[in-house]
């Protein structure tokens, strides 16, 4: 299984990025996926998920009417759009695939497999 993450960069506050995240070797369509980020110091940070067939997402409180996360089957992708970023968005950010194709999970141990991450940083 590999999940690739990309999109990330360094971009001044009130701009956009979209992070994308192609997965392989794993029935895209049986999981459910998730996004999350870590900074400097700090613990790896729920963002957004993503029920298996789309119709289920949720955020953090802290990203929501900023950032959308949306999955596309055919190219077996996950996508994290982000608007209006902040500086306090700035971090690593980590695409993870859940065997629980409905869940929701905020939680990193209900995730299964990891990307390698995409910085994202956010001047001010």
């Known amino acids: 299984v590999q999940l690739q993450a990309s999109g990330g960069g360094l971009v001044q506050a009130g701009e956009t990025l979209r992070l994308s995240c192609a997965a392989s070797g794993l029935t895209f369509s049986s999981y459910a996926m998730g996004w999350f980020r870590q900074a400097p110091g700090k613990e790896r940070e729920f963002v957004a998920a993503i029920t298996w067939n789309g119709d289920g997402v949720y955020y953090v409180d802290s990203v929501k009417g900023r950032f959308t996360i949306s999955r596309d089957g055919a190219k077996k992708t996950v996508y994290l759009q982000m608007n209006s970023l902040k500086p306090e968005d700035t971090a690593v950010y980590y695409c993870?695939?859940?065997?629980?194709?409905?869940?929701?999970?905020?939680?990193?141990?209900?995730?299964?497999?990891w990307g390698q991450g995409t910085q994202v940083t956010v001047s001010s």
């Open positions: 993870a695939a859940s065997k629980r194709p409905y869940t929701l999970a905020y939680n990193v141990s209900l995730y299964d497999y």
